[in-house]
């Protein structure tokens, strides 16, 4: 397993962007796709971007669409998410997840998380 640390979080203003990092520790990180979920108060987690491990598949929520970017850089063994245009409504804890095999979406698919990072979007 690899162990994961994000970074980036923080408080914008509605309309504003954000690029959030997750780094992996351990070997293969390019064995591994990469996800982006998200926890807000008083909902489920949710599933917000995926990555497949060489970088070409992609996939996101309906939510974040046209708004978010999933990118990696396996030589720095990183994962990104920039998020534009941010709305109130993506204010959450950010967690940044791995798997080993094939892109996916639902988090029990997910073997390693990192510990989250918040991000809050202000009106």
């Known amino acids: 397993q690899v162990q994961l640390v994000e970074s980036g979080g923080g408080l914008v203003q509605a309309g504003g962007s954000l690029r959030l990092s997750c780094t992996a520790s351990?070997?293969?990180?390019?064995?591994?796709?990469m996800g982006w979920f998200r926890h807000a108060p008083g909902k489920e987690r949710e599933f917000v971007a995926a990555?497949?491990?060489?970088?070409?598949?992609?996939a996101y929520a309906d939510s974040v669409k046209g708004r978010f970017t999933i990118s990696r850089d396996n030589a720095k063994n990183t994962v990104y998410l920039q998020m534009n245009s941010l709305k109130p409504e993506d204010t959450a804890v950010y967690y940044c997840?791995?798997?080993?095999?094939?892109?996916?979406?639902?988090?029990?698919?997910?073997?390693?998380w990192g510990q989250g990072t918040q991000v809050t979007v202000s009106s």
């Open positions: 997840a791995a798997r080993q095999g094939w892109i996916a979406t639902t988090p029990g698919d997910f073997g390693s």
């Open positions: 351990g070997r293969y990180f390019s064995s591994y796709a």
């Open positions: 990555i497949g491990w060489g970088g070409g598949n992609t």
